[in-house]
């Protein structure tokens, strides 16, 4: 679930911003010959209906109607209790509940004529919820995630200035990692309470805890940490998710080694060119033994669209590279937010 | 034998007395529990599908790259299998699986390009349902591990909830304190404030002040076993209208434990606790519009079956372990929450919940 702090916060997200997105997917429905659009959300797959309407379910599950010319339909299985709450992050929404959200959505559908249905990820929608939709209207389901693909490809500069916050917080909670505890548990204890007080929506954090040993990152609790250790912190912010993983050690030489690598990869993120082979560009970097970049891909937030096996280009403005490099015969692991578009926020640039 | 062997045997006894071949459970990190049943392992991202045969072999299929990794490091002996077209790949396994019979669950969960891959499923719900209701004794110990540690957590929380700190920084600082203990997972949401308060929600920066009440429901995870606790404190001194209202709570809940015992029917346990709120003239507020249940089940899902409402006539049974908790709205002070995990035994409940039934008195003083 998420558990950390959920508020609508206009200045980062505004309903302008959402609106604009809402406009761009009605044009591309248009052209589509879509009647209506369906996303399904819940707090896994939630990226579809974050980046249209800002809101993400905390808990539970709910489908996003939009038919052109009239406001979004979330309908949810949440209880009405908490409406108020879903209405104070949601504003562009209209909220609707009921413990058969799907039979809501489809009264809707009968109701307005529509018939030909675009559906993110139709495969993956829930079968309860097709058989809701389907028991009260005659629609035909047509799977538009390359619609929503198109429309998503370009991210905002709302969205990349949240990236870029999300990164800026990671960072800083990763600093609470203490590289010189003997366990793993004791070395990330402070991490997650630092990220959550900064104002993340969520965090997962994962280990690697002997890199000479493993190279794999997993919950693997309070385990004995070896010379060289790496932690993931998958983080949430605002809706809109980043990884960011680090190498750590506690002896001297090899930290000073680990950091020049670290300030070679913060060089390069902004420079890497997402559209063609990753490869040979991080090549130019260091020893590269395996790498995958992942981008925020229809429902999902992160999901992997490259690899050092499938090194093919993306359409995506940013994304999240994580990649093993090999440093004097150990492997060090590094990731974070890499693209051309992901900049500087103009307000952090001019400061 | 390790728990997850045990629900592994279980599985394959409940297949084999039902004449099934083979099994497909859906899991996401919502709705995990199918999916643990089978396979030990926590889902956080993407989706997952286990299929398993009568023969009790049983293979991990998972969607995301980054959590096949994580499960191949966290479940060494589990078959994890990278499946990135997650629908084609097991519909693929479903499909050679030929004339057997297969049942899948849960039916409502389960992805659409399964359901019309044009193999017919079973409704596999009712069977890992009672599974998931009525648990082994290995089972039941990692409950009594949860509430054990729910019960450390809530005085963590207590401690935490102090005037002029948001609410988000208390679930910080629980959320830190579970992850020390090897909680990897809590469901926890929050209320503060005063009759304003309708329920409880995420946290959205209120920062607390003298007055207010600070509910919570704290869930923390043991080896994939959820126990709850309910717990309502002021931040200051309780009035005595505060005071007299949790009275109503607290008798409630006893009147709630009182009545479970096995036999007796989730129907009658909400009405133990709402005929109290009757007699003190609250019968609207433990309607659906100011509650949703008056407790639940907690094992591999933190609010799973059976639901403790009028209308559910689910009979409780020895080795159920569930949550009472008469949280509703209070029409004077706001929402209240108070409800302790127990175990029903032959002869009655074993309560779980070592905090006290109390309306704490939260820090008032001390800023920050």
Same mark, same amino acid.
């Given at each position: 679930?998420?558990?950390?702090?959920?508020?609508?916060?206009?200045? /980062?997200?505004? @309903?302008?911003?959402?609106?604009? %997105?809402?406009?761009? $997917? &009605?044009?591309?429905?248009?052209? !589509? =010959? +879509?009647?209506?659009?369906?996303?399904?959300?819940?707090?896994?797959?939630?990226?579809?209906?974050?980046?249209?309407?800002?809101?993400?379910?905390?808990?539970?599950?709910?489908?996003?109607?939009?038919?052109?010319?009239?406001?979004?339909?979330?309908?949810?299985?949440?209880?009405?209790?908490?409406?108020?709450?879903?209405?104070?992050?949601?504003?562009?929404?209209?909220?609707?509940?009921?413990?058969?959200?799907?039979?809501?959505?489809? /009264?809707?559908? @009968?109701?307005?004529?529509?018939? %030909?249905?675009?559906? $993110? &990820?139709?495969?993956?929608?829930? !079968? =309860? +919820?097709?058989?809701?939709?389907?028991?009260?209207?005659?629609?035909?389901?047509?799977?538009?995630?390359?619609?929503?693909?198109?429309?998503?490809?370009?991210?905002?500069?709302?969205?990349?200035?949240?990236?870029?916050?999300?990164?800026?917080?990671?960072?800083?909670?990763?600093?609470?990692?203490?590289?010189?505890?003997?366990?793993?548990?004791?070395?990330?204890?402070?991490?997650?309470?630092?990220?959550?007080?900064?104002?993340?929506? /969520?965090?997962?954090?994962?280990?690697?805890?002997?890199?000479?040993?493993?190279?794999?990152?997993?919950?693997?609790?309070?385990?004995?940490?070896?010379?060289?250790?790496?932690?993931?912190?998958?983080?949430?912010?605002?809706?809109?998710?980043?990884?960011?993983?680090?190498?750590?050690?506690?002896?001297?030489?090899?930290?000073?080694?680990?950091?020049?690598?670290?300030?070679?990869?913060?060089?390069?993120?902004?420079?890497?060119?997402?559209?063609?082979?990753?490869?040979?560009?991080?090549?130019?970097?260091?020893?590269?033994?395996?790498?995958?970049?992942?981008?925020?891909?229809?429902?999902?937030?992160?999901?992997?669209?490259?690899?050092?096996?499938?090194?093919?280009?993306?359409?995506?403005?940013?994304?999240?590279?994580?990649?093993?490099?090999?440093?004097?015969?150990?492997?060090?692991?590094?990731?974070?937010?890499?693209g051309h578009r992901f900049s500087r926020p103009a307000t952090e640039a001019a400061a | 034998m390790s728990t997850a062997e045990t629900r592994r045997k279980r599985l394959a006894r409940a297949m084999a007395e039902t004449g099934l071949d083979a099994l497909v459970l859906y899991g996401n990190a919502w709705q995990n529990d199918y999916l643990r049943y089978a396979v030990d392992f926590g889902i956080l991202e993407g989706e997952g599908i286990a299929v398993v045969g009568r023969d009790g072999e049983t293979a991990l299929y998972l969607d995301l790259p980054i959590e096949a990794e994580r499960a191949s490091v966290e479940c060494p002996e589990a078959d994890i299998r990278l499946a990135s077209d997650l629908v084609g790949e097991v519909a693929a396994v479903i499909e050679r699986l030929g004339n057997s019979r297969v049942a899948a669950g849960p039916a409502r969960h389960l992805p659409y390009g399964l359901v019309r891959s044009g193999k017919r499923f079973e409704d596999a719900t009712a069977l890992i349902d009672r599974l998931l209701m009525v648990k082994a004794q290995d089972e039941l110990d990692w409950v009594r591990k949860a509430a054990a540690i729910a019960d450390e957590g809530y005085a963590v929380f207590r401690a935490a909830a102090r005037p002029g700190r948001p609410d988000y920084a208390l679930i910080a600082e629980i959320e830190a304190f579970f992850r020390t203990k090897g909680v990897d997972d809590n469901f926890m949401i929050i209320g503060v404030g005063g009759p304003e308060v309708r329920g409880m929600a995420p946290p959205s920066g209120k920062l607390l002040k003298p007055g207010d009440m600070v509910t919570t429901e704290l869930t923390p995870c043991m080896g994939g076993y959820y126990a709850q606790i309910c717990r309502t404190l002021v931040v200051g001194e309780p009035s005595q209208a505060q005071q007299q209202a949790f009275y109503i709570f607290k008798e409630a809940l006893e009147a709630g434990i009182a009545a479970v015992k096995p036999g007796v029917t989730a129907a009658d346990v909400a009405r133990a606790e709402n005929d109290v709120f009757r007699r003190y003239g609250l019968g609207d507020y433990v309607t659906s519009e100011y509650t949703r249940v008056r407790g639940h089940g907690v094992g591999l899902f933190p609010d799973t079956k059976p639901q403790i409402l009028e209308d559910v006539t689910t009979t409780l049974e020895e080795n159920m372990s569930i949550i009472v908790h008469p949280n509703t709205y209070h029409p004077e002070v706001g929402y209240i929450v108070l409800g302790d995990t127990l175990i029903i035994g032959a002869d009655g409940p074993e309560v779980l919940a070592r905090t006290p039934r109390e309306l704490f008195a939260g820090t008032a003083g001390k800023e920050g």
């Open positions: 679930m998420r558990r950390g702090l959920m508020l609508w916060r206009e200045q /980062e997200l505004s @309903a302008t911003d959402v609106l604009s %997105r809402q406009q761009r $997917l &009605e044009a591309a429905m248009k052209a !589509a =010959g +879509l009647d209506a659009f369906l996303v399904y959300t819940n707090h896994v797959r939630s990226a579809g209906v974050t980046y249209l309407t800002g809101f993400t379910p905390y808990w539970s599950d709910a489908l996003l109607l939009i038919v052109p010319g009239k406001s979004p339909l979330l309908s949810t299985a949440l209880s009405k209790r908490v409406g108020n709450w879903i209405r104070s992050v949601n504003p562009t929404s209209e909220v609707a509940h009921s413990p058969k959200p799907g039979r809501l959505v489809g /009264e809707r559908l @009968a109701a307005a004529g529509c018939r %030909r249905i675009g559906v $993110l &990820e139709l495969d993956r929608l829930p !079968a =309860g +919820l097709a058989e809701e939709i389907a028991s009260v209207s005659d629609v035909e389901f047509v799977d538009a995630s390359a619609v929503f693909a198109d429309v998503r490809a370009t991210a905002d500069r709302a969205e990349l200035d949240l990236v870029f916050r999300a990164e800026a917080l990671a960072r800083e909670a990763l600093q609470a990692v203490d590289p010189n505890q003997e366990r793993a548990g004791e070395a990330v204890s402070l991490l997650e309470r630092v990220a959550r007080e900064a104002g993340a929506e /969520e965090c997962y954090v994962a280990v690697a805890p002997d890199l000479e040993k493993d190279s794999r990152l997993g919950r693997l609790g309070n385990v004995p940490l070896g010379r060289l250790f790496a932690v993931r912190l998958s983080l949430a912010y605002n809706g809109v998710w980043i990884r960011l993983t680090k190498t750590f050690s506690r002896d001297a030489a090899v930290r000073e080694q680990v950091q020049k690598l670290e300030e070679a990869f913060a060089e390069m993120a902004p420079e890497l060119d997402l559209s063609g082979p990753l490869g040979p560009q991080l090549l130019k970097m260091a020893d590269v033994s395996a790498w995958r970049l992942e981008v925020p891909s229809g429902t999902l937030p992160l999901a992997e669209t490259a690899n050092e096996r499938e090194d093919v280009g993306t359409r995506a403005s940013y994304g999240n590279l994580s990649a093993a490099f090999l440093l004097g015969g150990a492997t060090v692991l590094l990731g974070g937010p890499v | -």
